[in-house]
Structure formats: C-alpha cells, structure tokens
C-alpha cells in the first residue's frame, strides 16, 4: 500500500507537519476503498486498523493520531489532557501529539502559532460553525489571532453542495455576513460555499494568515471520499504535529 498524503501549503514553521489523505493507497475494499480511516462507517475493522497503521508508518509519526468522536458541536478538547473524545476541535502545545480530524465533505482547518508553537485541528460543517466551533478553538488555543497562520484542507465546494433554507437561515442568525455565501439556484433552494463561510468566520476573529488547498471532495470524488457524493463511503484524515 502507497498512501497518499497531500501536504499543507502555508508557510509554517519546519517543525509543524500538516496535511491530509486521499481515499488512496489503503486496505479497504469498495464503496470504502481504499484507504478509509474512520471505524464508525461500516467498514472492515481489520482494514481500518491496517490503513491506521500504513498512514503511521508512510509518515513517520511521532505516534499514533488522536483520533476524536466527532459530532458536530462546538466542543473542543486539550491534549494530552483531555479523555472525554467526544469531540470536534483540537488543541495542543506538546511536541510530539499528533492531532486528527475525519472529513468527507466539511472543512479540515488547521491553525498554528507562527512560531510552532501551538498548533489546533477543527472540524467544521455548517452545524459546527453556526454552534460556534472556530472561535471556541481559538479561545482555546489562548494566542493572539494575528500570529495564527490557518490552512483548509479539501473539502466540497459551493456548486455541489446544495441546502435549504433551514441550514441558510440558521448561518444567517448566527453568523454576520453569511449570506454572500449562498447563491440562489433554479431548483428553489440555495448554493452553499462552506469556504467563504470559515474564512469569514476566521478573517472576523483577526486570523493573520489563512491558505486553503482549493480542492472540492464532491468533484474529485476519485480521489477524495465524499458524502453527498455516495453517502456510504469512508473519511480521509487531516492531520497536524509538532516536531520534538
């Protein structure tokens, strides 16, 4: 097995590594193949355990990813402290801990310090940005957002994700300026864009430096799982570390 692994493009420092998989290079067999990463969508254990340990392996890791029970909240935990998994950001100052997040269409966003020295992973879906996930990173992160530097790995893009307007009013409400990311379409619903969504979100918080990596998971369903484009499918990872 040859993982694919795309690296983050922003300029951290050397010593934080970051990027994330393709659903390329693993164990797992259709409509998961091939290299399925999450335990809770069906697929082989055995694979999964095995596409963990490749991942481990093709990047050298300072130890195995902390891998979290996502949900959609706005609940973020601190490693190595942490127990309760439950959760949907991440936040570490400790060289050496590798943070992950499941994606297969909402937005990876990795965050670091511009001296590496604290670094955060955050899953963020609509559900997730209207609770208010990236700013309880941030205030979890307790570091002066214009230093932040922030990457978005792929995820899907605004002409394949269509939602109604439940999901549109709820943005509406919750966050200031959402409704330049949503497009009218001929069906009578509304073209969501998650990307301007974050950077909204971050650029309101002071973020310093965001860079995403341009790649929509619903049309490059090929190289990247996707839910909206097959609703049993497996999850790439999103990872960050900081060098000891």
Known sequence: MTVEWLAAGWPAPDRVRAGTTTRRG???RPPFD????????????????RNRA??????????????LQQTHSNRVIRLP????????????????????????DCVPVL???AG??????VHAGWRGLVAGILENTLGMLDHDPADLLAWLGPHIGATAYEVGDDVREACLVHLPGAASAFSPNTRGRWQCNLNDLVHMALRRAGVGHIDTAGRCTYSEADRFYSYRQVPRTGRMATLIWMDR
Request: with cysteine; charged share 20%.
């Open 54 to 67: 490749a991942l481990q392996r093709a990047l050298a890791l300072p130890a195995p990813p902390q891998w």
């Open 81 to 104: 402290q942490a127990g309760d998994r439950r959760a949907d950001a991440v936040v570490t100052d400790s060289p050496g801990v590798v943070l992950a997040i499941l994606t297969a």
């Open 111 to 113: 965050l670091c310090a």
């Open 116 to 121: 590496g020295t604290r670094i955060a992973a």
């Open 26 to 28: 693993g164990a797992s």
């Open 34 to 49: 091939s290299l399925n990463l999450a335990e809770h969508v069906g697929d082989d254990p055995d694979a999964v355990r």
